[in-house]
């Protein structure tokens, strides 16, 4: 009963941080105009899993004096961070849907979209040196290695390998803004230097496995809320595709291998190429690889959280 309790209190704190949340960031997406205002809360207002203030919250439990404001505060700031980088996203990745809804930048155009993502971090930045200056240095660093992630990607592997290139890039464009929320939730409550660790290095790895079972759904979902292949249109290899490319070799005997590997080697700009190359990816082995390879890492990340003291807040990260 006493285990049930706990449960109990930490579901109800939960819920509670993370709906103030929801008010914060509406706050947070208030501009001078009602222009900006509409086109700032437009992807916040579209939904999200909120899965980085989920994890600050859930982080602040492991320390003995968390503020809830403050906690409130963290979780906004890595929420408007995320959705900021997704305005400029979109822009890149020229995606049309976000969160079943029109993108900013299919609704306002790239400019508007630009901007925004630039005022929502703006946001995020006013609310963070609130945090105090430890926090501003663990948001600028994890904004550079986002930043810096992102124009990996669109560089490309070059000479280097393209799986390890992969892998780097996710961890730099996903898991970094995934790990500084566990930081910043450990921080606050004052949790020791191992716990933060920890607690880093959990939130580092589960950002790659949330970002590997994107990549996959990217290509097999029809039902994201985005417009399915858009890595690969966009020429972005992601792990269900580099596989299959492994898989198929330089000399391919199936004739859909064949096949796959030609339309992965040219150009996937036009549609009727797009859904040929999706539909025989879809077929292929490749992705049930791709899903055991993101099961093994999410359970080796599950690993990282064996260090932390037992209790409701560690059961609900594992
Ligand atoms: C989504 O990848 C993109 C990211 C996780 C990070 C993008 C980072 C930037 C644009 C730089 C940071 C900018 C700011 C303003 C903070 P994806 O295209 O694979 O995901 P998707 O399927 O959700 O589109
Ligand atoms: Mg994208
Ligand atoms: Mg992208």
Redesign the pocket.
Known sequence: LAERTRDDALELTTRAHLEQVETALLEAATADTALVTEAARHVISAGGKRFRPLLVVLASQFGPSAVPEDVVKAAVVVEL??V???????V??E?LL?RAAPSANARWGNTVAILV??F??ARASDLVAELGPDYVKLQART?AR??Q??IAETVGPGESDPLEHYLAVIAD??GS?IATSAVFGARLAGASADVQAALQRFGEEIGVVF?LS??II?ITSDETG?TPG??LREG?LTLPTLLARRAIGPDPIDPADARLGELLGGDLGSDEALAEALSLLRAHRAVAEARAEVQRRAAAARRLLAPLPDGPAKDALA
Do not use: C, I, N
């Open positions: 961070t995320h900021a980088s997704l305005y400029h996203d979109d890149m990745d995606a976000r993502g630039d929502l971090f904004f986002l930043v992630g992102q464009k996903t803004l970002q994107d990549d990217d985005k858009t890595d972005v």
